[in-house]
T-cell receptor, first 112, second 115 residues
Framework: DAGITQSPRHKVTETGTPVTLRCHQT?????MYWYRQDPGHGLRLIHY???????DKGEVSDGYSVSRSKTEDFLLTLESATSSQTSVYFC???????????FGPGTRLTVT | AQSVTQPDIHITVSEGASLELRCNYS??????LFWYVQSPGQGLQLLLK??????LVQGIKGFEAEFKRSQSSFNLRKPSVHWSDAAEYFC?????????????FGRGTSLIVHP
């Protein structure tokens, strides 16, 4: 299995608070992605990175920011959490943008 | 707009029966196509992928998929389903965007297997 970890695995937070999720890889893959998974919507891309300090927006980027200061870590920040951001968040990595992606175990976030 | 459609939200089959999960895409060029499977509480795992060449591709766990350009489809098949195949299945497409290829996932099809 690809070496991808996500932390925390579960989090409950209050509306209006900032939240940071971490994705860590040991595969040295260039691409890293953040998705959210919601019933009826499948996986939707939030942000992705194609290198250190190189990031771009995905389909549902509003209310989220990301940072990648080193190859192995990709952080997702909810600047001011809202109940609509309650979801399961998956990190994925890939050697190229065309290759298969390897997924982390997910983070279940609940915003109350 | 470019999109990936999985028309079936749920599919129920009996163990041992054949399976076909549908996937259609809307894209001007031939995309890069993938099928992933997600077991409950897990991340996604790649079943198979199509980039070019033979339009019938074989994957893990006995799955195969056929790319049909004329129908813009990439349907997933298995001749005999096992109870352990019960999971969520996602079709995905890698689409070109500003020099990068951005993955887009369908909404998923939930497979229920009856004994």
């Amino acid at each position: 299995d690809a070496g991808i970890t996500q932390s925390p695995r579960h989090k409950v937070t209050e509306t209006g608070t900032p939240v940071t999720l971490r994705c860590h890889q040991t595969e040295n893959h260039r691409y890293m992605y953040w998705y959210r998974q919601d019933p009826g919507h499948g996986l939707r891309l939030i942000h992705y990175s194609y290198g250190v300090k190189d990031t771009d927006k995905g389909e549902v980027s509003d209310g989220y920011s990301v940072s990648r200061s080193k190859t192995e870590d990709f952080l997702l920040t909810l600047e001011s959490a809202t109940s609509s951001q309650t979801s399961v968040y998956f990190c994925a990595i890939g050697e190229t943008g065309l290759d298969e992606q390897y997924f982390g175990p997910g983070t279940r976030l609940t915003v109350t | 707009a470019q999109s990936v459609t999985q028309p079936d939200i749920h599919i129920t089959v009996s163990e041992g029966a054949s399976l076909e999960l549908r996937c259609n895409y809307s894209y001007g060029a031939t995309p890069y196509l993938f099928w992933y499977v997600q077991s409950p509480g897990q991340g996604l795992q790649l079943l198979l992928k199509y980039f070019s060449g033979d339009t019938l591709v074989q994957g893990i766990k006995g799955f195969e998929a056929e790319f049909k350009r004329s129908q813009s489809s990439f349907n997933l098949r298995k001749p005999s389903v096992h109870w352990s195949d019960a999971a969520e299945y996602f079709c995905a497409v890698a689409l070109s965007s500003g020099g990068s290829y951005i993955p887009t996932f369908g909404r998923g099809t939930s497979l229920i297997v009856h004994p």
